[in-house]
């Protein structure tokens, strides 16, 4: 198995635009979870889907975040616009047990 | 809200040694435990997930889990510079991870 599959690794944008990020879970993995990391903050669960349905978006930081899953083999996290405090490294990850999970390489996200 | 709590070091120990990494949570009713190793730059991924009361053992990496006083450690013994990276506890509420803030640990050769 490849793995979770996150693109891109690197992504530089400018303030305002528009950012998707892109996430592959294990086949067979019914849960899939989008985590932003920062020093200041560590990692934080942005969402998380069961079956392709969103489960717990408590954590989405505002409106200008928007995931989805139209399948259970892609998922997309979504910052419309885009600020320099959304610069962070984004991780996608898969679950199909009660155990831990598996995380994808990331997503560096650098909005200047 | 579960809470995870770990000294952000960094924990310094010569190669050869023990390192001890510790974790304290707030909820009670927590059931399971994971360890993650992140290098620099990279993703984290998993080493040992524990659920018992007592230690589990796994290699050169013993988990340690005491739900009375809610904390849990990791043991690395003989440490190698190899074993340098972030050490992240979590703790299981449902289907979701709550992470630590992690314990940077360095091996000195």
């Known amino acids: 198995d490849a793995g979770v599959i996150q693109s891109p690794r690197h992504e530089v944008t400018e303030m305002g635009q528009e950012v998707t990020l892109r996430c592959k879970p294990i086949s067979g993995h019914d849960y899939l979870f989008w985590y932003r990391q920062t020093m200041m903050r560590g990692l934080e669960l942005l969402i998380y889907f069961n079956n392709n349905v969103p489960i717990d978006d408590s954590g989405m930081p505002e409106d200008r975040f928007s995931a989805k899953m139209p399948n259970a083999s892609f998922s997309t996290l979504k910052i419309q616009p885009s600020e320099p405090r959304d610069s962070a490294v984004y991780f996608c990850a898969s679950s199909g047990e009660a155990k831990g999970y598996t995380f994808g390489s990331g997503t560096r996200l650098t909005v200047v | 809200q579960k809470e995870v709590e770990q000294n952000s070091g960094p924990l310094s120990v010569p190669e050869g040694a023990i390192a001890s990494l510790n974790c304290t949570y707030s909820?009670?009713?927590?059931?399971?435990f994971f360890w993650y190793r992140q290098y620099s730059g990279k993703s984290p991924e998993l080493i040992m997930f524990i659920y018992s009361n007592g230690d589990k053992e796994d290699g050169r990496f013993t988990a340690q889990l005491n739900k009375a006083s809610q904390y849990v450690s990791l043991l690395i013994r003989d440490s190698q510079p190899s074993d340098s990276a972030t050490y992240l506890c979590?703790?299981?509420?449902?289907?979701?991870?709550?992470f630590g803030g992690g314990t940077r640990l360095m091996v000195k050769p």
């Open positions: 909820d009670r009713g927590s059931q399971s």
């Open positions: 979590a703790l299981r509420g449902g289907n979701m991870l709550t």
